[in-house]
């Protein structure tokens, strides 16, 4: 079955910098999604990639498609079930292809989405997954991974679990998210962070964060952070401050041009936000994360000065926030975006938050319907919640132009998704296969901004067996100097 769509052509910048990927269904009518020009040179000299590697992508390669697809400028995927997520092109069941000088890809019994969008997640610590499997935010969290295991971080520790949460993200299709960072105990380790981000090849938000101890230099070093690594608008990587709700922090980052990223927004610290609405200081764009149990008055706050909401349904429930506010943010007319937060405790891959958020909303109006209420907001459908975790994570993260949905001129960050598998088959309904039944193992091939970063369920130049090592080594160091008693049994 073949679906006419109208796309439009693609404007005549979309073919600067690097490969282009399209997706539509006639040559005439091509969707093209582009590549970051400042993209290209970053990725030759990457110090966890090896010949190794790159002999091991190779052998597994042995069509040698996937070098086609790394040297050629135009890349055609064909034959994939096309979720654009973008409501005015609309989606389409198979896409032909008449192919010129391009690099096709043949995505039969594959989804086609974009990529992931986390809003937030404490990257650096990917050394401490599962550390703190069963904790609660208080005592358990605070005590253990903020006053105790976090203050032993050395640089090299931050690079690693950045670098080491950055793969996985993108291993399990998370092409985009908000390093909500809170480690930057020196200007280094700031700058270890931002390596490591830069590395991986991820899209990010570096949400510049404070740290512990004497040499911490937050919030002014943002301004040394900005002029080093985030003068040019053209990269994977932009620039927010991150901030728990405090008038002369938001002062501060209203002085430089940055957006908040607002961490505890509850209704323990609702009469601050309020404040600072009342100064002022709120801004279009700024992200507000968790708001879990605020009043009205703060929902239509947060609605009327155009705020980004970052919801970690799995964390919340699990770890004792509160109740996730899906349902809150939509009766304002607010439609969240989804994040991991921390995988010390839960897994960040986007499936899980996107299941949690699906399964926990319907919970919560079925048991109001079940207690004979009237009337009551729509049950959310597989496609909201997709459209959570793509488009409204872009508009969260600032990078609505750029990502979260297959628009032509937008960036190419696609996730292909394996369908024809013995979880998955046979496929009747997209949307409801990727939301309610695949799993990181049904992420195939994963392209940002135009570059293949896994291929065919690997990722692509990445010494995996190195990383691994380096971050158990960090792991181990972080352990020793803080003292913290793992417990791999318990
Ligand atoms: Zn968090």
């Not at 700031?190 to 911490?216: F, K, T």
Request: hydrophobic fraction near 40%; glycine fraction near 8%.
């Amino acid at each position: 079955m073949r679906h006419d769509h109208p796309m439009k052509p693609a404007t005549s910048d979309a073919c600067c910098g690097g490969p282009d990927v399209s997706l539509a269904p006639a040559p005439s009518r091509r969707a093209l999604l582009t590549a970051s020009a400042g993209l290209a040179a970053g990725a030759a000299a990457l110090p966890f990639l090896s010949d190794s590697a790159r002999a091991q992508a190779a052998g597994a390669n042995a069509d040698g498609l996937l070098a086609q697809v790394q040297g050629r400028r135009r890349i055609l995927l064909k034959g994939g079930v096309v979720l654009t997520l973008d409501r005015g092109i609309g989606d389409f069941a198979q896409v032909a292809i008449s192919s010129d000088d391009a690099a096709v890809i043949d995505a039969t019994n594959r989804i086609v989405v974009p990529g992931f969008v986390d809003t937030h997640h404490h990257f650096y610590q990917g050394l401490l997954r599962s550390i703190l499997t069963n904790g609660l935010l208080n005592p358990d969290y605070s005590r253990d991974i903020g006053n105790t295991l976090t203050p032993a971080y050395a640089p090299a520790d931050a690079y690693a679990g950045v670098l080491v949460t950055a793969l996985g993200m993108i291993d399990m299709g998370t092409t985009t998210a908000v390093d909500t960072s809170q480690v930057s105990h020196t200007p280094e380790h700031s700058d270890a962070c931002i390596r490591a981000l830069q590395e991986s090849g991820m899209r990010a938000v570096y949400a510049y964060w404070r740290g512990s101890g004497p040499d911490m230099r937050y919030p002014q070093d943002i301004v040394r952070l900005r002029r080093t690594y985030f003068s040019s608008q053209d990269q994977l990587l932009t620039l927010a401050l991150g901030a728990v709700l405090d008038t002369n922090v938001f002062t501060y980052a209203r002085e430089v041009g940055v957006h908040c990223v607002s961490h505890g927004v509850s209704n323990n610290t609702e009469r601050t936000l309020l404040e600072l609405g009342r100064a002022g200081l709120l801004r279009p764009g700024d992200e507000y994360i968790h708001c879990t149990h605020l009043s009205d008055t703060a929902w239509r706050l947060l609605k009327d000065t155009g705020a980004r909401i970052s919801i970690a349904a799995p964390i919340e429930m699990a770890m004792g926030h509160g109740l996730p506010p899906i349902q809150a943010a939509l009766d304002h007319g607010i439609r969240p975006s989804l994040s991991s937060d921390v995988d010390a405790t839960m897994a960040q891959d986007p499936f899980t938050i996107m299941r949690a958020a699906f399964t926990l909303q319907r919970l919560m109006l079925l048991q109001r319907a079940r207690g004979g209420e009237q009337n009551l907001p729509p049950l959310l459908t597989c496609r909201d919640v997709l459209e959570f975790a793509t488009i409204e994570g872009a508009r969260c993260a600032g990078l609505e132009s750029k990502v979260g949905t297959l628009t032509p001129g937008k960036e190419a960050d696609i996730v292909m998704l394996t369908a024809d598998r013995l979880n998955v088959w046979p496929l009747n309904n997209a949307p409801g296969a990727v939301v309610n039944v695949m799993n990181p193992s049904n992420v195939d091939t994963v392209f940002i901004a135009g570059k293949v970063k896994k291929w065919r369920g690997n990722l692509v130049d990445v010494d995996a067996a190195r990383v691994l090592r380096v971050v158990q080594e960090a792991r181990d160091a972080v352990v020793r100097r803080s003292g913290f008693q793992m417990n791999l049994l318990g």
